[in-house]
């Protein structure tokens, strides 16, 4: 599993589940990398963690002091076309709400 064990990982998911901050998305990454270990034992907890972290650092000296529309604009060419990201549906009809 890449450095650590599964019991350290539902230590850390417990701990992690306990101090969650209500509107703060980034409190639940270190969550989504503990589920995302346990759910697949071949990745490595802390390669995970050190690639976000350059991910968000990459972001973050993207996108400082850009308004609304550039922010858009630069997030949609950093992810599809820097990164090559991919949109997956998989059904192609999309229902709009009414």
Known sequence: MGGITTESLWDRLKIDLSSIEDGD???????????NCLLDP???YYKLQ??????NFELLSLT???DQIS???TLNNYF????AFTTCVENSEIHLPL
């Open 25 to 35: 998305i980034t409190s639940l990454l270190p969550t989504f990398s503990s589920l």
């Open 71 to 73: 922010l858009v604009s």
């Open 42 to 44: 071949s990745i490595d």
């Open 50 to 55: 050190k690639s976000i972290n350059f991910l």
């Open 80 to 83: 599809f076309n820097e990164k």
């Open 64 to 66: 400082e002091e850009q």
